[in-house]
């Protein structure tokens, strides 16, 4: 069983960044998935989950900026990240939820320079 997240840089403020988070070992479509992210010196927060049937959730600071999507065909979640702000800065992490399974991935650092 393994998550790999990945697409993450150092990027500028106001450009986009997409992340991909390739699931392996699982019944992907049963999963609800979730991206989390945490900063330096702060805890790991929600940022936006999508449940099997495609419902999404999305944290405040990031709605209308961030669109998650799957494609369990691929099993793969996707993060589309648009008008980066330097406040976005974070290690993110992909999350798959079933049950009593809570499934996380090893994160992959966004770094948004002013």
């Known amino acids: 069983v393994q998550l790999q997240a990945s697409g993450g840089g150092l990027v500028q403020a106001g450009v986009s960044l997409r992340l991909s988070c390739g699931a392996s070992g699982i019944v992907f479509r049963r999963y609800n998935m979730g991206w989390y992210r945490q900063a330096p010196g702060k805890q790991r927060e929600l940022v936006a989950t999508?449940?099997?049937?495609?419902?999404?959730e999305y944290a405040e600071s990031v709605l209308g900026r961030f669109t998650i999507s799957r494609d369990n065909a691929k099993n793969t979640m996707y993060l589309q990240m648009n008008s980066l702000k330097p406040e976005d800065t974070a290690v993110y992490y992909c999350n798959a939820q079933y049950r009593a399974y809570d499934l996380w991935g090893q994160g992959t650092l966004v770094t948004v320079s002013s």
């Open positions: 999508i449940s099997g049937d495609g419902t999404t």
